[in-house]
Every structure is written in structure tokens, then in C-alpha cells.
């Protein structure tokens, strides 16, 4: 169940498909980031949310980074989620820790789509 009121961050977002559902579950008095470092993907990202058009995806911003150095505060978002992303992080024990970093305690948990590379990441994450 997702409330309202909640910050999500959709890491590796791609064309945005996940945080364009993430932002109609949230509603307006949510926020959703969208977060790539591809500004080829965001722009695709950007303009499906314009060509759309619905308003609760006014909630969404879209931010180019690495997901290895999250340019958020610690404890920022209620949730995050990463669509098919985690197998193409280099780093990614980083990309976790900077995950758990940014992620309020006690109130989410990184939603992995792939549960084959979580599996892999915790498997990795005994080696850190
Ligand atoms: C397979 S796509 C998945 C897109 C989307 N999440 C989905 O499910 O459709 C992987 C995305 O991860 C992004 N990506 C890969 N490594 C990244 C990193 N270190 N930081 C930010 N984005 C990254 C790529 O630019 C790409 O858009």
C-alpha cells in the first residue's frame, strides 16, 4: 500500500515508466524524483510526462545524476525504487549505501524490481 504524502525516489529511471505510476499512486501531495544519469533518457522522460499531460505527474522531477553519489540529504525519501538499474551500476555496494543514506529509517525499503539482482547485490553486499 502506498500513501499519500510520500517522497519517492525512482533511481535508474530510464524513460520514467515507473515513476509515472509511482507519481499516480503518490498524487499531488506527493513528490516523485525521477533519477538517471542519461539526459537522453530523462529528455524522453520529460516529454512523455508533458505529452501525457495528466496532473498528478506535475508531482514528478526529473534530476541527472549518478547513483553512486546521490545529491540528496540523508534520510530524504519514504521510499525508492530502481527498475532494472542495480545490474548496470558499477559500483554497486556504493549505489546501496548511498541508498540506505538517503532512505528515512524505519519507513521504506529499496523496492528492487529484479529480485534476481537483489539476490546478487546481497550476496555481494557480504563481501563490502
Ligand atoms: C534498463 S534501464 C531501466 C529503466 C527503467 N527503470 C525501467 O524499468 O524501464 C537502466 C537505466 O539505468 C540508468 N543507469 C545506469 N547506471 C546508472 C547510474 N550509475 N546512475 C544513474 N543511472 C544509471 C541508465 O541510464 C538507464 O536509463
Given at each position: 500500500?502506498?500513501?499519500?504524502?510520500?517522497?519517492?525516489?525512482?533511481?535508474?529511471?530510464?524513460?520514467?515508466?515507473?515513476?509515472?505510476?509511482?507519481?499516480?499512486?503518490?498524487?499531488?501531495?506527493?513528490?516523485?524524483?525521477?533519477?538517471?544519469?542519461?539526459?537522453?533518457?530523462?529528455?524522453?522522460?520529460?516529454?512523455?510526462?508533458?505529452?501525457?499531460?495528466k496532473a498528478c505527474?506535475?508531482?514528478?522531477?526529473?534530476?541527472?545524476?549518478?547513483?553512486?553519489?546521490?545529491?540528496?540529504?540523508?534520510?530524504?525519501?519514504?521510499?525508492?525504487?530502481?527498475?532494472?538499474?542495480?545490474?548496470?551500476?558499477?559500483?554497486?555496494?556504493?549505489?546501496?549505501?548511498?541508498?540506505?543514506?538517503?532512505?528515512?529509517?524505519?519507513?521504506?525499503?529499496?523496492?528492487?524490481?529484479?529480485?534476481?539482482?537483489?539476490?546478487?547485490?546481497?550476496?555481494?553486499?557480504?563481501?563490502?
Amino acid at each position: 500500500m502506498i500513501y499519500f504524502y510520500h517522497h519517492f525516489l525512482d533511481l535508474c529511471c530510464g524513460s520514467g515508466d515507473l515513476a509515472f505510476l509511482l507519481s499516480e499512486r503518490v498524487g499531488s501531495d506527493g513528490k516523485v524524483i525521477g533519477f538517471d544519469f542519461s539526459r537522453k533518457q530523462l529528455s524522453v522522460a520529460s516529454l512523455r510526462q508533458h505529452l501525457l499531460s495528466k496532473a498528478c505527474y506535475k508531482n514528478i522531477e526529473w534530476i541527472e545524476g549518478d547513483a553512486i553519489e546521490l545529491p540528496f540529504s540523508d534520510c530524504s525519501f519514504d521510499a525508492i525504487t530502481m527498475g532494472y538499474g542495480l545490474r548496470n551500476v558499477f559500483d554497486r555496494c556504493k549505489a546501496m549505501q548511498e541508498m540506505f543514506r538517503v532512505l528515512k529509517p524505519g519507513q521504506g525499503y529499496p523496492s528492487l524490481i529484479s529480485i534476481k539482482a537483489l539476490n546478487h547485490l546481497l550476496h555481494q553486499l557480504r563481501y563490502c
